[in-house]
């Protein structure tokens, strides 16, 4: 079964007013060329979602991922004037070999 079909869910949006740096430093990013930003992580060891190393996340969300469902992110670039911004979707069922994401 979809687990975005389930009656069983809920949805919160977490709204932050302060900007959160991804990066200790800015990222050089060019038009027309693919770049990864990591910023979510999870592993066998620990099987649970968490920030990338080097990241810090606020601490309100320190055990926000602790829960199986979809979870969105919206990523905003900015530079020179320009802001572009996409929308990350990952599916967490606790497995850390079954995470998937679009």
Known sequence: MD????????????ITYQERHLRNEPLDIYPNMPC???????????N???ASPGISWPYILENVFDDKGTYRFTITVNGEGVSKSKTVEID???QW???SGR
């Open 3 to 14: 687990p975005r079909s389930r009656q069983d869910t809920f949805a919160f949006k977490l």
């Open 36 to 46: 990864t930003v990591d910023f979510l992580r999870t592993d066998e060891r620990e």
């Open 92 to 94: 967490w069922d606790s």
């Open 48 to 50: 649970r979602l968490a």
């Open 97 to 99: 070999d079954t995470i």
